[in-house]
């Protein structure tokens, strides 16, 4: 995709949601990290479900502690992996309490380093929580901007690295969640909704037009 059509396809983005927003639901950056570290290879819905339940009694990491393993794994038991997101949750919220104060840290070597903590969920902690311009490349985006044209890549750093590179300045603090949102319910997997695509005309997508044009309709069948 070249230059100007990279600036559309985000104008185009950016116009018809200013403001994007994360859709898992948090109220502090403590919250956010434990809401993404559910939300490995699981919904933001079954996770917000979850955490309606789960942050009312453990929205810091000393009451997460004090909930425990156990505790923790009944809050979360409808999410995939939930034991092993249960002990990284205890496990992380104890390392905030002993080495940052229980704060959630504000750079990618200490958020990396906590338990269930990988590039991805640093990237949307500091994206979300502390609004670095980072890109947290999820198999979403990962499909559109190779599907597109955007920024193709053969691996979701490659993807991330790309997209850092070539979305204009003035998208960068936004670009990921737009794309997720694109990904998630435009630009989807197995059948993109090319014809009702906002960004179809910068869009690279060879197939576009095959996914634009409606079903043809089912022949009847007349008895003999």
């Not at 929580?129 to 053969?154: Q, S, W, Y």
């Amino acid at each position: 995709m070249k230059p100007a059509a990279r600036e559309r396809f985000f104008r185009v983005l950016r116009d018809a949601d200013p403001e994007p927003r994360s859709e898992l639901e948090f109220a502090t950056p403590y919250e956010l990290l434990v809401a993404v570290v559910l939300s490995a290879q699981a919904t933001d819905r079954s996770v917000n479900l979850a955490t309606r339940g789960l942050f009312p009694v453990a929205r810091t990491p000393e009451a997460m502690v004090a909930l425990g393993e156990e505790g923790l794994a009944g809050y979360v038991r409808s999410i995939g992996l939930f034991r092993t997101k249960a002990r990284n949750v205890v496990g992380l919220s104890r390392l905030l309490l002993s080495e940052h104060g229980g704060e959630v840290p504000c750079t990618r070597e200490a958020l990396e380093k906590l338990p269930g903590v990988g590039r991805k969920t640093a990237n949307v902690v500091l994206n979300v929580a502390f609004g670095e311009a980072t890109m947290a490349v999820d198999t979403h985006i990962f499909r559109v901007c190779n599907r597109t044209g955007l920024a193709p890549g053969k691996d979701v750093l490659a993807v991330e690295r790309r997209l850092l590179e070539v979305v204009p300045p003035e998208y960068r603090l936004h670009a990921h969640h737009w794309l997720i949102l694109h990904g998630r319910y435009t630009c989807v997997a197995r059948s993109p909704k090319c014809g009702a695509c906002p960004v179809r005309d910068p869009c690279g997508f060879k197939d576009k037009a095959k996914f634009a044009a409606p079903p043809a309709p089912k022949r009847s069948r007349l008895p003999k």
